[in-house]
């Protein structure tokens, strides 16, 4: 037998598993939005298990502060502020060169979702946002595909499983509101996080990944919630709400949204983010020699990091900045306008 044939072989010895079992495995295309805690164990996980085109989806760059938890970056990654689906990229082939795995350096919007995730047989869950859970709820309730929300904080996480095609199936928002306040929710920065928080709730993920690919009869029903610091361990039935604006009205509130140029504060980070409204590809090596006379800038094809006294800024390919030390949202826009000036 073959190193390669070899790989799977525990796994394959599994009795819900099985050569067909890996087969369909193979055959399978999942897309992680959130390369972060969560999705840097799923992408892990998933990886060695030979799913076998993995989409990893992040709007982010590594940092220092993200190596207790994102379990697949180094300090080399954070030192070069590499965008984390390339880094993720690069460690996962070192593990699996078998399998086709497609770094996407974007946030997900009304825009570009649909291309994104078109050929994909299961979502996961791993941001760290309500506005993109509800858009993914919203574009899984009308496409008929299959998502796994997950959220941790603390020593608290919470993982579901959304299967449209069982009729009595939830989804999101028949028990989440729209409107949830991001900014009076703990962030990972307010309370802290665990790593074996993120592990535990991602590893469940991708246990129920492997099962809805398998269309396992064990696949789990409801939201579990767990507590590793206060033992707690609770799987709780939620409805479906017949009055729901989404799975039972159809009301895509979130998919019609237009985009328009973007401002938001990103959680647990000094950090402010500006997407400018038109669709764009950057060269950013040479968007880099414009920057050479007003600060510090390095790029590559798919970050350019700026420095100077004020603030600092990542700017990427589709025309989107993450500027830390801003002062609000306002100083950030006229920084991405003098400096980047997109619209
Ligand atoms: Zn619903």
Not at 302 to 313: A, G
Request: proline share 3%; hydrophobic share 40%.
């Amino acid at each position: 037998m073959s190193q390669s044939q070899s790989r799977y072989i525990r796994q394959i010895a599994f009795y819900g598993v099985g050569s067909e079992g890996q087969k369909k495995l193979l055959d399978s295309t999942v897309a992680i939005v959130g390369i972060g805690a969560l999705g840097t164990v799923l992408a892990n996980i998933l990886c060695r298990a030979g799913i076998g085109q993995l989409l990893l989806i992040d709007r982010d760059y590594v940092e220092f502060s993200n190596l207790h938890r994102q379990i697949i970056f180094t300090e080399n990654d954070a030192i070069k502020r590499i965008p984390k689906s390339i880094a993720a990229r690069e460690f996962l082939l070192k593990v699996n060169s078998e399998i086709s795995i497609e770094p996407i350096i974007t946030e997900l919007n009304s825009g570009n979702i649909s291309p994104i995730l078109k050929n994909v047989n299961l979502i996961l869950d791993a941001v760290d946002n309500w506005e993109t859970r509800f858009l993914l709820n919203e574009w899984s309730v009308k496409n008929n595909i299959p998502w796994i929300y997950s959220a941790a904080i603390g020593s608290q996480g919470m993982t579901m499983n959304f299967r449209y095609n069982n009729s009595n199936c939830p989804c999101l928002r028949c028990f989440i509101p729209a409107d949830q306040p991001q900014s009076q929710q703990p962030t990972c920065a307010s309370a802290g996080i665990l790593a074996t928080t993120t592990g535990t709730i991602a590893s469940i993920q991708a246990s129920e990944a492997i099962k809805i690919i398998l269309n396992s009869p064990t696949i789990r029903d409801g939201l579990l919630s767990i507590d590793l610091w206060n033992n707690h361990f609770k799987n709780i039935k939620i409805n479906r709400d017949p009055d729901c604006p989404v799975c039972s009205h159809k009301i895509y509130e979130y998919l019609s949204q237009n985009i328009g140029m973007k401002v938001q504060k990103l959680c647990g980070k000094n950090s402010i983010q500006i997407t400018p409204e038109s669709q764009t590809k950057l060269n950013l090596e040479s968007f880099a020699a414009s920057l050479v006379n007003v600060g510090s800038v390095e790029a590559n094809q798919y970050i350019l990091n700026f420095k100077n006294d004020e603030f600092q800024l990542a700017l990427f390919q589709d025309g989107r900045a993450i500027i830390e030390n801003a002062k609000d949202e306002i100083h950030a826009k006229s920084i991405y306008n003098e400096f980047i000036g997109l619209r």
